[in-house]
């Protein structure tokens, strides 16, 4: 059941898919500091931050009236939506021009070390060979928690599950991930 906190942004959500402009800001004002932090964690750039928290709002403006209350909280859809746009701004700033020869001329400069490039290339696919081991709540849970950055609230609110289930999860499977990196099995 919501909460006060959860009633007000509703709230503000369906005013803003009115337009009510005042609504907008008080809505920027009760969730834009959890929402920077989420971009934050994201991008790894503050100033690339703010750029995509304005994008989510100049966004949010418009698909205000797409929120439903019955399929996810108001913070959970903000984040989802901060989330995707934190993503999109990553896929941008990769280099869209690059040729394999580029890469070939790249790889015979010199800088790049090929046991290091190797020995890389091996632990990720034993972490990914380790993460296939975790059952599938364990897996989503350490997703959320350690490539979007979410908090064991967070989690347990994102997810619908008692706090206490969240930690126990990741807990599990953090030990799990461990004893199958440190075996190689």
Known sequence: MPD???HYLIDQLAACARGDALAFERLYRASSSHLYAILLRIVRDESAAQDCLQQLY???W???GQYDPSRARPMTWLATLARNIGIDWLRRQKPQDSTDGDA???GLS???DPEAHSIQAQLQHELRDC???LTGTQRQAM???YFQGLTHSELAES???PLGSIKSWIRRGLEKLKTCLSHGT
Do not use: I, K, M, Y
């Open 4 to 6: 006060a906190s959860q």
């Open 58 to 60: 100049v966004r949010l």
């Open 62 to 64: 418009h698909v205000a």
């Open 104 to 106: 070939l001329l790249d």
């Open 110 to 112: 010199g800088d790049d």
């Open 131 to 133: 993460l296939d081991t």
């Open 143 to 145: 997703e959320l928690a």
């Open 159 to 161: 997810l619908a599950q």
